[in-house]
């Protein structure tokens, strides 16, 4: 006899998840001094505005607006995908393949580089957001490394 899985019954067939609205709360309540922008999602809106979020009774400020009109948006986009690819690249590599793909980068690389370290490290002062990953130590070393290397 087969167990049923819980989590599966009376889901709609062909969605996957009905509602994001959690991972927007939670970059809400995460930095809640901050004014969160976020491209259109037009099943997401409505929930949001019937459940406003406060932190510490004050009303968190949030907007949705379209990415094709907001350079800010369209410029976190570009950022995220940036910070996606170079978690991946942490993700592959270990610490000392890390190292000697730092170590063997062309100028122009290390410019590059050296300016997205700074980016970074400059950013912590904002949010360590970035920096909190997947909760492996091992990774977190690679992220303290990166954030550290003197090129």
């Not at 991946?88 to 980068?105: A, C, H, P, T, Y």
């Given at each position: 006899?087969?167990?049923?899985?819980?989590?599966?019954?009376?889901?709609?067939?062909?969605?996957?998840?009905?509602?994001?609205?959690?991972?927007?709360a939670q970059s809400i309540y995460s930095?809640?001094?901050?004014?969160?922008?976020?491209?259109?999602?037009?099943?997401?809106?409505?929930?949001?505005?019937?459940?406003?979020?406060?932190?510490?009774?004050?009303?968190?400020?949030?907007?949705?607006?379209?990415?094709?009109?907001?350079?800010?948006?369209?410029?976190?986009?570009?950022?995220?995908?940036?910070?996606?690819?170079?978690?991946?690249?942490?993700?592959?590599?270990?610490?000392?393949?890390?190292?000697?793909?730092?170590?063997?980068?062309?100028?122009?690389?290390?410019?590059?580089?050296?300016?997205?370290?700074?980016?970074?490290?400059?950013?912590?002062?904002?949010?360590?957001?970035?920096?909190?990953?997947?909760?492996?130590?091992?990774?977190?070393?690679?992220?303290?490394?990166?954030?550290?290397?003197?090129?």
């Open positions: 006899m087969r167990s049923k899985l819980p989590l599966l019954e009376n889901n709609v067939e062909g969605e996957l998840i009905d509602n994001y609205s959690d991972l927007y930095f809640p001094n901050s004014h969160h922008k976020f491209d259109h999602e037009y099943n997401i809106e409505p929930f949001l505005a019937n459940n406003p979020i406060y932190v510490n009774d004050k009303l968190v400020d949030y907007i949705f607006d379209d990415s094709k009109h907001s350079r800010l948006l369209q410029l976190s986009d570009l950022t995220v995908g940036i910070l996606r690819h170079w978690m991946s690249f942490l993700e592959k590599n270990s610490e000392s393949k890390i190292s000697d793909i730092l170590n063997s980068l062309s100028s122009n690389q290390e410019t590059n580089i050296r300016k997205l370290q700074q980016v970074m490290n400059n950013s912590l002062s904002e949010s360590q957001g970035f920096k909190i990953g997947s909760g492996s130590n091992t990774f977190e070393n690679k992220v303290s490394d990166f954030l550290t290397y003197k090129f």
